[in-house]
T-cell receptor, first 116, second 115 residues
Framework: AQKITQTQPGMFVQEKEAVTLDCTYD???????LFWYKQPSSGEMIFLIY??????QNATEGRYSLNFQKARKSANLVISASQLGDSAMYFC?????????????FGGGTRVLVKP | EPEVTQTPSHQVTQMGQEVILRCVPI?????FYWYRQILGQKVEFLVS????????KSEIFDDQFSVERPDGSNFTLKIRSTKLEDSAMYFC?????????????FGEGSRLTVL
């Protein structure tokens, strides 16, 4: 079974509007972390936001927020007020177990294209 | 801001040749990783490294692959005899024990093309 599933291969969004990128995960661990990374066309992987499994509040980081629904095992990324520079590939990832040294497992990604 | 650096940015090699990809992780990080991304596909875990030994490896990381930390700064990935299917972007990453999230900081990648 896939550990991380991103069901939207690609999305268009109008500049200045919000967009929600879906991510569902599968783990039996009680302690885990969920991450979103951005990969622009230049190829680097940029860390955006993190949600711990024990965090009671949804994570926010500037225009990024994470809609964490633990019972549904979903961790959707919301980008508010989209900008042209948000056009990129977005990957959801999960760390199982405690933070120190554990690998991240990535989903297949969602390509976002922001239209002017 | 400290960053992970990788060299070369692009390498073209003939099938069967050995390739070494180099990485300089962030200086106070203790955990190191290699990932690969075949064009247009997901980012796949290869190996993690801590305290001068492999802590975990995926089934992709077979006997053709090896990693080494030859000195206090470099972290290398060696592919002994490259195959066509090894063509991919290879990312090095590092993480710190002190960061709550354990997020990985990635380099800009080394694109490997096997002909």
């Amino acid at each position: 079974a896939q550990k991380i599933t991103q069901t939207q291969p690609g999305m268009f969004v109008q500049e200045k509007e919000a967009v929600t990128l879906d991510c569902t995960y599968d783990t039996s661990d009680q302690s885990y972390g969920l991450f979103w990374y951005k990969q622009p066309s230049s190829g680097e992987m940029i860390f955006l936001i993190y949600q711990g499994s024990y965090d009671e509040q949804n994570a926010t980081e500037g225009r990024y927020s994470l809609n964490f629904q633990k019972a549904r095992k979903s961790a959707n990324l919301v980008i508010s007020a989209s900008q042209l520079g948000d056009s990129a590939m977005y990957f959801c990832a999960m760390r199982e177990g405690p933070a120190a040294g554990n690998k991240l497992t990535f989903g297949g990604g969602t390509r976002v294209l922001v239209k002017p | 801001e400290p960053e992970v650096t990788q060299t070369p940015s692009h390498q073209v090699t003939q099938m069967g040749q050995e390739v070494i990809l180099r990485c300089v992780p962030i200086s106070n990080h203790l955990y190191f990783y290699w990932y690969r991304q075949i064009l247009g596909q997901k980012v796949e875990f290869l190996v993690s490294f801590y305290n001068n030994e492999i802590s975990e490896k995926s089934e992709i990381f077979d006997d053709q692959f090896s990693v080494e930390r030859p000195d206090g700064s470099n972290f290398t990935l060696k592919i002994r005899s490259t195959k066509l299917e090894d063509s991919a972007m290879y990312f090095c990453a590092s993480s710190s024990r002190t960061r709550l999230a354990g997020e990985l900081f990635f380099g800009e990648g080394s694109r490997l093309t096997v002909l």
